[in-house]
């Protein structure tokens, strides 16, 4: 029983029609579904991904409004958005400088070709060439950016733990990830990185562990990662994970039905908090392909509600 790879990564932010139009107008992602955090109704919860929200390719926020993170381990230091190809890379650095989005340029780590940047809140992103690795994506034909260069899905995400061994026997021993390589932090080449991978591998199915001893643990708040996800292709599978969670005594949520997708939910021993989700049913089980995130959408059991959480939320666009 193996995971897949990332399925989505979620973000706080404290700034949502700031965050909607940086991810939709500047990294040209398509907002797959509006809808609200389900623990938490008074919030968005945003879905940004590939034209039909692909599994693999989200990137999600909840709209809390909280004051900035402060950085440091025991956290969701990274994540990458995968394109193809340096040609693609080279026109996202020139896009980027367009926007006065500050940048690295292109850099190489880990033997691959990047560039890192940060959204308005802070947020820690990198561009990725993942030489046309991973699932097919679907280029959403109204984004502002070409087809050819837009998102192809999630890459890396790296987290940052002040000690290696109780998250690689998480990684190993219970979620079935393989340690494959080393390399320096780049912000400080005495911290090793460890990158571990999923399923068959390659930049979609990769989590990389940053071991920072020296940090202070990190304060969540906006512009920081609230929790990474992992993929899981069906039921059954999904089942199997929470029953192996219990059989190793591992606190964990038990089955939450989120309506696009069915989730489990526990932390590893520093905290971070991990998510292994089904890849269905999908954004489209209550909306047409052709309008999603277009009006604010809602499981069924928060339905009869909807007059009054629309009413609690502020609009994120003009």
Same mark, same amino acid.
């Given at each position: 029983m193996d995971l897949k790879g990332i399925h989505h990564i979620t973000g706080i932010s404290a700034a949502i029609r700031e965050n909607y139009r940086f991810y939709t107008q500047i990294l040209g992602m398509r907002l797959v579904k509006r809808s609200v955090n389900q623990d938490d109704v008074s919030a968005y919860h945003l879905f940004y991904a590939d034209a039909v929200g692909t599994p693999g390719?989200?990137?999600?926020?909840?709209?809390? @409004? $909280?004051?900035?993170?402060?950085?440091?381990?025991?956290?969701?230091?990274?994540?990458?958005?995968?394109?193809? =190809?340096?040609?693609a890379l080279e026109w996202w650095a020139e896009r980027l400088n367009e926007y006065g989005v500050t940048n690295t340029g292109i850099i190489e780590r880990d033997g691959r070709l990047m560039i890192d940047f940060e959204d308005p809140e802070g947020q820690r992103l990198s561009l990725i060439d993942d030489g046309g690795s991973g699932d097919p994506s679907h280029p959403w034909e109204r984004s502002p950016v070409p087809a050819t260069y837009q998102m192809r899905g999630l890459g890396p995400v790296v987290l940052s733990v002040p000690r290696l061994a109780p998250t690689?026997?998480?990684?190993?021993?219970?979620?079935?990830?393989? @340690? $494959?390589?080393?390399y320096p932090h780049p912000?400080?080449?005495?911290?090793?990185?460890?990158?571990?991978?999923? =399923?068959?591998?390659?930049?979609a199915a990769e989590l990389h562990v940053a071991v920072q001893p020296g940090l202070p643990a990190a304060r969540p708040g906006a512009g920081g990662m609230h929790h990474v996800a992992f993929r899981t292709p069906n039921e059954q599978d999904y089942h199997a994970w929470g029953d192996r969670l219990n059989s190793l005594r591992i606190p964990n949520s038990g089955a939450v039905d989120r309506y696009y997708f069915r989730s489990l939910y526990f932390r590893e021993p520093n905290g971070i908090l991990f998510e292994i989700a089904t890849?269905?049913?999908g954004f489209a089980v209550d909306e047409d392909l052709a309008t999603l995130g277009e009006q604010v959408a809602l499981p069924p059991f928060l339905e009869p509600y909807r007059a009054a959480i629309l009413a609690r939320l502020k609009p994120i666009t003009e």
């Open positions: 390719t989200d990137v999600t926020f909840f709209d809390w @409004p $909280v004051p900035r993170e402060q950085r440091g381990t025991h956290s969701i230091i990274r994540t990458s958005l995968r394109v193809r =190809g340096n040609d690689d026997l998480i990684l190993t021993q219970v979620l079935n990830m393989r @340690p $494959v390589r080393t912000d400080n080449p005495g911290n090793t990185v460890h990158v571990y991978e999923m =399923g068959s591998g390659g930049p890849d269905g049913p």
